[in-house]
């Protein structure tokens, strides 16, 4: 009897580990494929023969400029921030134990802009400076609502609502800003409010890179504990986590990626909402959902600015798109969670 | 009144309150400092003296004199559009049994501006009589959505439920907004404006045209204002009073939207001005929906028309928009409500 429901467990076990092996697999793939075509289709579509020559560093007229200079950035800014947003919200879903808990409602991602368009039109700051800035505002604004919603016992409604009012502030803090503005300053602001991959360029990107490669892994290690800490708080104190250190690193290294993302490609409505979601009922429970949730995130951001940049006569920024996408899907999560009685 | 109430009502609360005289003379003085200031503030400031003949003696003709006759219509349409916004958000506030109810908050102006905005791009609509009809729409169409999603699941329409209805509501419809928009550059423009007038393009004409929506709505509100009372013990002591809840959230909500989007369409989304007022009064005049009512739209009026010069100020020498200015003064308040209710209301 106990010998048979071991190897049940175990058998299970395999299974899940299969299923998230081909899950993986399947998104990677897709993500190749959408990289591929962001760099081949444009006004002019090369041949892939042309856009892989190039990219070996060969100069053919035409075709180097286009493919070095305006697609490649755009398809790896797409990627690494739909990557990096990904992760982050799956991880703030996580550790609140909440799907509506993501950077976007509580007012971080506004936290950051706001500060962002402050260093740029007040202080005229470089981009080192804003990067750093926004990305200390959005941990400020973290430990802020957090420690609000302690006051009087923490709950997560609490949480959220505050978060909403704070993000109310913010944002008229930025309108403010954009309107006392100096003209020339408005398109470098206008940057931290809509989600665009228009105009990435190859040099703003190696903060975000170089962040995802180095957080990505130790996330992956505070994983097994954020799997423990989904149990909650008491049974993961049992099981011998600190839940705060965990918690705190987790945060940090979410804000780091979202300010650094932010920063590239501006806030791209819904991808921290999104991709945890999804990548949870692709994967299934009981394995770590951080991997396949950057997956889906890179994978819904390229899909959406393809469908942004050729499926209408006007090209849309990639923004609009997931926004159109995502908004829907939160209100059916909504009425989901309303029927359940989980809020 | 006697269709929503018996006279047993009138003996749940029959005191006036306690502070409601200085209340009401503290607040009329504050109306006329207000219609005084924002007469005098602005990009120009003028005297005293050419507010007096700007009022009173039509044949001056200097320059401040009209720069003060131009304030007026302004001034006016700003107190008018106080009032609906106060008492819409008092309304919305009692039907839902919610605090946090505010048409900003519940996504109800964003409804209305989708709406104006369809109206803009695909009808050619370029006028405020039928903007407002749109915007009426909208915002009946929203609050419908809103409320649906919100009160469904047990416990009904709860204040975190219902916030986090209006606000995803809000995101989907904004998505919206924006894919209508970006194609469309002259319905951009004219949305721009539309959304930036705030009540900076009020005008005789815009008054005129509000006027009815605004005695409508607020007779609503005076009129149901017992009956909300008589709810606000539940709807079964309600039913047991003599209140038909059905009809009596029907109207209130009718009123509301009434309110709510017609400021809308005229001067663009304010937010927070319904939260603000009603939360005020409701903490000096107690609950009395019969007092409530009519002195959020005193407050209201008062609020909506100081942050109205406050953003002449601020912006000088252009002038930030008046929802901005809400907004920054509304937030904390609505952050203050979060961390003092108690867990299990949320």
Known sequence: MRNNSVTYIMEGRQQRRRRWIIVTSILTALACILCLLMLLLGNTIYPIKDVIRTLTGEQIQGVSFAV?????PRMLAGLFAGFAFGIAGTIFQTLFRNPLANPNVLGITSGSSATAVFCIVILQAGNAVISIASLIAGLI?????????????FSIGRLILIGIGVQAMFDALISYLMLVSAEQNLPAALRWLNGSLNGSQMHDLPPLIISVFILVPIIILLTKHLSILELGEQSAISLGVNTDITRMMLILSSVIMIALATSTTGPIAFITFLAGPIAKR?????????????LVGANIVLASDLIGQFAFDVRFPVGVITGIIGAPYLIYLLIRMNQRGEL | MNRFSGTKLKQVNPHIPKYFVIVLIVSFILLVVCVIVSL??????????????????????????????????????SLLCGVALGVSGALMQSVTRNPLADPSILGVNTGASLFVVIGIAFFNISSANQYIWLALVGAAFTTVIVFGIGSLGRNGATPIKLVLAGTATSAALSSFVTAILIPRSHTMEQFRFWQVGSVGSGSWDSITTFAPFLVTGVLIAILTAPALNAMALGDEAATGLGVRTGILRFASSLGAVLLCGAATALAGPIGFIGLLSTHVMRLVLGPDLRFVIPMSAISGAIILTLSDVAGRLIGSPGELEVGVVTAFIGAPLLITLAIRSKVSSL
């Open chain 1, 68 to 72: 070095n200079v305006i697609r490649l």
């Open chain 2, 40 to 77: 005098v503030f602005g990009s120009k400031m003028v005297g005293f003296d050419e507010v007096i003949d700007g009022l009173f003696h039509p044949n001056t003709t200097s320059y401040d004199a009209n720069i003060v006759r131009n304030r007026i219509p302004r001034t006016i349409f």
């Open chain 1, 141 to 153: 604004t973290v430990i802020v609502i957090y420690g609000l919603s302690g006051i009087r016992g």
């Open chain 1, 282 to 294: 692709l994967v299934g429970a009981g394995f770590s959902t951080i991997i396949p949730a950057g």
